[in-house]
């Protein structure tokens, strides 16, 4: 991989839509939106579970670039640096 490359981060429940791996690499880096246009690229029903049709982030999709939220720095133009790692969670609700 190339020195701009960062690391996905995936939960069980999304893991089958990356062929079964826990931690995916992608030669993107600048934002969130180019990882995930290079993850769209590779994984599709991954990022079909991660952006809807507009291309905007899912609600019950939480991103994590370096431990910050995303939605708290930028949303999809948040800025990713080459060797970050971005953590996917999605929401847990509860009653």
Do not use: F, H
Request: hydrophobic share 40%.
């Amino acid at each position: 991989m190339s020195g701009e490359a960062v690391t996905i981060l995936l939960p069980g429940v999304l893991r089958a839509e990356a062929s079964g791996q826990s931690r995916l690499t992608v030669s993107a880096a600048g934002s969130l939106r180019a990882v995930l246009d290079a993850v769209a690229a590779e994984w599709p029903r991954l990022e079909r579970r991660l952006r809807d049709e507009r291309g905007d982030l899912r609600r019950y999709v939480n991103i994590y670039v370096d431990g910050d939220d995303c939605r708290r720095s930028g949303g999809l133009d948040t800025p990713v640096p080459a060797g970050a790692e971005i953590q996917v969670l999605p929401s847990v609700a509860g009653g």
